[in-house]
């Protein structure tokens, strides 16, 4: 699971106001790859999406802890450009948001921002970007009316390309192809297929059928806190824990019963181990056992330790900055000491 | 059933009745103030200027207070607006949306509105008289500019609020900072309705007789400069209307028809104005 990380996220907490809407999520994006974020409305997809570009922040009563290093550089440092960083990151979002101009002033409206005033060359990358999302054919003899007639398919290929012409190595997607037709859908998944090669592409979907075909890489994500993440073939094929499990079989995600709970906050490996096995050796069979251990721990042997001791390990979660959980169900395993 | 068939049609007849009294009441007095109005009006009101004094006048007409109005009414609404956008801009951009002190602008703009124009009248006398002005069309202007920004704020306020966030987000996610959104795209998007704040504004401050009574006074002669006193329109119906005088009395009709007529047209005007420059704008 080697990859060269674009975006780094560590240990980043937003809330809105008193509600938390992510829990210390750390993890990594991987470049030129498609990486998807799913999970269940309202678990805080899109508020990790927009913490990327820092759109968060324009949200009342948002506040972000952690950091998100993008290209080994922290974003939410005083010192960075927000409107540099912004044009790093095309945002497509969930319904096409066009801006009240021409078809063309759309697609032109960022280079000037930036500063490219000669007519030519805006004449030509406009043309560029309108063929690179595949609208040019649609539009050519229409350039200068307006934009908010396109249809909504068109519009949000028109996004795209207002979004490639600045020039940017990510593109976030927030469900783009939500308020689409099947078809407009269908170019724009297109689209991005062919796009990954060149930007880093994140995308929230709530359809899992998209993110089989697209995604290389899944991030999954409930009531604020990641879950599991990895590589698409093996989280959507081999779900190591139970809520991913029961989402992508779309069962109704519950907490499990937690029959007994046990800390070992400070302690290492593998005096850890033996503890948990311990513990486990007083359970039934099937009954669940927390562990609360230091972060480090849980992201390490631990998890896969109890794994081969025959346990089944429902969830890894990271509580706060520095504590851990690890949520075991008591199977065969046999213990020795 | 039968019951709420009644309630049904009880509470349509009242809107009904109240659609009725608001209509007819406005068709009366455009009513009155032709049948009252129009046989003095004659081409001498709108092309001379009052011979014989504006309160005895009987000969000349009202060419100095259509010519005060209009200049008066537009320094102000353009006065107001250099206030304005900014300080709408600001509260809708740059502040979160319930920040405490966009809040309480929104509060205290709101309480301006309800203000009567006269005592928008005495404060500009009071300002007048500390910077040493005497009545003029500047002390008018700026008195009739305070009376028209709380209105023309809050309503283009109420304009950008419509306004979707996920355009301002659209516009931010390219890299454009507050300013470069607020003037190419929402400005944009808004326009329309800017056009008619400050339209209802303008109306408002045409049509305002008590804040000029002491601010800018009235004369007889052609507006000519900013620092000698201004006839104005509602001021000069106000003492027409004054005079025992059944000749002058009805030629202070012809001068409200005239006001309504210039109120009329602004309306007018503001509706096709609007329409053009929807052409980009996003529904």
Redesign the interface.
């Given at each position: 699971m080697k990859f060269k990380t674009h975006i780094s996220v560590k240990n980043l907490s937003v809330w809105y106001g008193r509600h938390q809407a992510l829990n210390n999520i750390s993890i990594d994006i991987p470049d030129k790859k498609i990486t998807a974020i799913i999970g269940p409305s309202g678990c805080g997809k899109s508020t990790l999406l927009k913490s990327f570009n820092r759109l968060v922040e324009l949200q009342d009563g948002a506040k972000v802890a952690g950091e998100v290093l993008v290209d080994g550089e922290d974003i939410y440092n005083p010192k960075v450009e927000v409107t540099h960083l912004r044009k790093k990151m095309g945002l497509l979002s969930q319904r096409p948001q066009v801006l009240p101009a021409s078809i063309y002033e759309n697609v032109a409206y960022g280079l000037r921002i930036h500063g490219i005033k000669d007519k030519r060359k805006l004449d030509e990358v406009v043309r560029h970007y309108l063929k690179e999302s595949n609208l040019w054919d649609e539009v050519k003899d229409r350039l200068h009316s307006s934009a908010s007639k396109l249809s909504i398919g068109q519009q949000q290929r028109l996004c795209l390309a207002r979004g490639l012409a600045v020039e940017p190595e990510v593109i976030l997607g927030d469900e783009p192809t939500s308020a689409l037709d099947p078809l407009s859908a269908e170019c724009i998944e297109q689209r991005l297929l062919e796009l990954k090669n060149q930007y880093t592409i994140v995308l929230v979907t709530h359809i899992l059928r998209q993110a089989r075909r697209l995604a290389d890489h899944i991030i999954f994500l409930y009531l604020g806190n990641l879950i599991e993440h990895g590589p698409a073939e093996e989280v959507l094929k081999n779900p190591r824990y139970l809520k991913t499990k029961s989402y992508l079989e779309g069962k109704f995600i519950e907490e499990p019963k937690i029959d007994k709970e046990l800390n070992l906050r400070g302690v290492i490996y593998p005096d850890n181990l033996i503890a948990a096995k311990l513990a486990l050796g007083d359970l039934q069979f099937g009954q669940i056992l927390k562990i609360i251990v230091d972060y480090e721990q849980a992201a390490s042997e631990l998890p896969k330790a109890i794994e081969h001791e025959g346990h089944k390990i429902l969830e890894v979660t990271k509580l706060d900055k520095n504590d851990g959980a690890i949520i075991v169900q008591k199977h065969n395993g046999g213990y020795v000491i | 059933m039968d019951k709420r068939r009644i309630e049904e049609n009880v509470f349509k007849g009242l809107m009904v009745f109240s659609t009725f009294i608001v209509a007819s009441s406005l068709v009366l007095i455009l009513i009155t103030i032709f049948i009252k109005g129009f046989p003095a009006l004659n081409l001498d009101m709108i092309i001379k200027t009052p011979k014989g004094g504006y309160y005895l006048g009987k000969e000349g007409g009202v060419l100095n207070a259509i010519l005060g109005s209009l200049i008066l009414g537009t320094a102000a609404t353009f006065l107001a607006l250099l206030v304005s956008l900014p300080l709408v801009f600001y509260l809708n951009l740059y502040l979160?949306?319930?920040s405490r002190l966009a809040l309480s602008v929104r509060f205290i703009l709101d309480v301006l509105w309800g203000i009567p124009s006269i005592v928008y009248g005495a404060f500009g006398f009071t300002l007048m008289v500390f910077f040493g002005l005497r009545a003029s069309l500047l002390a008018g202007i700026i008195t009739v500019a305070l009376l028209i920004i709380p209105i023309m704020a809050r309503s283009i306020d109420e304009v950008l609020k419509m306004i979707?966030f996920?355009?301002?987000?659209?516009?931010?996610?390219?890299?454009?900072?507050k300013l470069?959104t607020s003037i190419?795209?929402i400005f944009?998007?808004a326009l329309p309705g800017i056009l008619t704040a400050i339209l209802i504004a303008f109306g408002r401050g045409i049509g305002d007789a008590a804040s000029v009574l002491f601010t800018a006074s009235f004369t007889d002669s052609l507006p000519y400069s900013l620092f000698k006193p201004v006839a104005t329109l509602p001021l000069s119906i106000f003492f027409q209307l004054g005079t025992p005088f059944p000749e002058v009395q009805q030629r202070g009709y012809a001068s409200a028809l005239i006001l309504t007529v210039i109120i009329l047209f602004i309306s007018i005007l503001s509706r096709i104005l609007s329409g053009k420059f929807t052409?980009?704008?996003?529904?």
């Open positions: - | 979160k949306k319930n979707p996920e355009l301002k987000e659209a516009s931010y996610a390219l890299g454009a900072t470069e190419k795209v944009r998007q052409k980009h704008t996003i529904k």
